[in-house]
């Protein structure tokens, strides 16, 4: 990769966490292309070098987060004990809930989102972590995997609430 392919990647991927801060504070309609910029410090039309719209780069963000939940589940079903598997999805969650915050607040607020092509986004992200976590839990021999899937789908979703919210108390056990 030349000095300038690497930098143009780089700027992308500038673009990409501005617009996850300033989608996650703000909301995707009352944010602009120019507050991201102003967060990437770049110009307003140097995103439009990457992404043709609004829409596309939020959805670049939700890719971006997605993977990284997705990544990181994939981790853990290939290198955990099957006794640990749910444990360990547990905390891997927490790590993202702690270290990526913005991207969880984005991916709350694209659920509420009616264009089709984020809500497929949202589809896609949720199905395939779906899946993933029933097949490891159906692989590790859990019992009643449908439903431990939905129970541990359900309290990343409290997980995400509580960490919205600042009400550490909807975690605890």
Not at 9 to 38: C, L, P, W
Not at 60 to 82: G, H, M, N, Q, Y
Not at 94 to 115: C, D, F, G, P
């Amino acid at each position: 990769m030349t000095k300038s392919e690497t930098k143009s990647v780089n700027r992308k991927s500038d673009i990409i966490s501005a617009a996850i801060e300033v989608f996650a504070e703000t909301g995707y309609f009352r944010a602009t292309t120019a507050q991201v910029a102003e967060r990437a410090q770049i110009s307003q039309p140097y995103i439009f070098r990457f992404f043709s719209t609004k829409e596309a780069l939020l959805l670049t963000a939700l890719e971006v987060s997605w993977t990284r939940v997705i990544d990181s589940f994939r981790k853990v079903v290939e290198s955990t004990s099957p006794e640990h598997l749910e444990t360990e999805l547990i905390q891997a969650y927490v790590v993202i809930l702690e270290s990526y915050r913005n991207e969880v607040l984005l991916q709350m607020q694209a659920q509420t989102i009616q264009e089709e092509s984020i809500r497929e986004a949202m589809r896609n992200g949720f199905g395939e972590v779906r899946q993933m976590v029933l097949d490891a839990f159906r692989s590790a021999g859990i019992p009643n995997a449908e439903e431990r899937t939905m129970l541990f789908l359900a309290r990343g979703m409290l997980c995400n609430i509580s960490a919205a919210l600042a009400m550490p108390e909807l975690m605890e056990i």
